[in-house]
């Protein structure tokens, strides 16, 4: 008996979504998703071009329904970070077992980083890179003490390595059009990363307190891409531990005392008075 809720049900998100809600395990879904399926998604999308023009929540549910007449689903046709939704977020978070981020833009992907911080709740999230040359899948435990957040490992990354090049910018065209610095991936590509963030999710529903893989994130490149990935279908194991300088994370700093107040004022008021 497990609550599972989701955030996204795009082209990355939808066969997550439909992996994981058939382990008989799963009971209860909350879905969160606003958007509209359009003609654009069709070619990357489990959901048929019929569907055009239909909520994508709706149209995830009545897929679900029709796999598992059983399962209970909760829709939630909002944006995440809508701030006249939030109760309703927050109390679904509350009462969910795990939860699985699909969004795709970082402002999302922070603040389901503290939604699910914030309960205590196991989430897992997978990311397909530009042109589907290759994939992350990352799992979080924030009941563990020593577990990162989203950006200890987002951090991390960047400064590890550079999974995306932009283009160089056309300098012999100002004012031109911005040229698109980033190649949807193909639904080969999306599938692939899609089933290993399904494996990830059921392993961590299975054992939320013992579950232990040797990574926190996982990435597969599914193409030779030079300056990049010098492998095809090679997998990188990364162990990314919380930061102690995180600004996300880091325990709050203890309160100070009126009297280390008092001095710490004087010392930069005396500061002050010799510059």
């Not at 390595?161 to 300098?171: L, N, R």
Request: proline content about 9%.
């Amino acid at each position: 008996m497990a609550h599972l809720i989701q955030v996204g049900a795009g082209s990355g998100g939808m066969p997550v979504l439909d992996m994981v809600s058939r382990h008989r395990q799963v009971t209860h879904v909350t879905l969160i998703e606003p958007d509209i399926y359009k003609p654009h998604n069709v070619e990357r999308h489990l959901l048929p071009a019929s569907a055009v023009g239909e909520c994508k929540a709706v149209l995830a549910e009545r897929w679900l329904k029709e796999r598992r007449p059983d399962l209970e689903v909760r829709l939630l046709v909002c944006d995440l970070m809508d701030p006249a939704r939030q109760a309703e977020i927050e109390d679904a978070a509350a009462s969910a077992d795990l939860g699985i981020c699909a969004a795709d833009n970082e402002p999302a992907k922070y603040h389901w980083d503290a939604l699910m911080r914030r309960h205590k709740k196991p989430w897992t999230l997978g990311e397909v890179l530009s042109g589907g040359i290759g994939g992350f899948v990352h799992w979080f435990a924030p009941a563990r003490e020593d577990g990162p957040c989203y950006g200890c490992v987002a951090g991390h990354l960047q400064r590890a390595m550079v999974v995306d090049k932009a283009p160089p910018p056309d300098y012999s065209n100002p004012g031109g059009p911005v040229p698109e610095t980033t190649v949807p991936a193909g639904m080969a590509s999306i599938h692939a990363i899609a089933s290993l963030h399904a494996l990830v999710t059921l392993d961590l529903l299975s054992d939320p307190a013992g579950y232990a893989p040797g990574f926190t994130t996982l990435l597969l490149t599914l193409r030779r891409t030079p300056d990049v990935f010098e492998e095809a279908y090679r997998p990188f194991r990364f162990r990314v531990a919380r930061a102690p300088n995180c600004l996300i994370c880091r325990p709050p700093p203890a309160p100070s005392s009126v009297e280390e107040l008092d001095v710490a004022l004087d010392e930069a008021l005396a500061r002050l008075g010799h510059e």
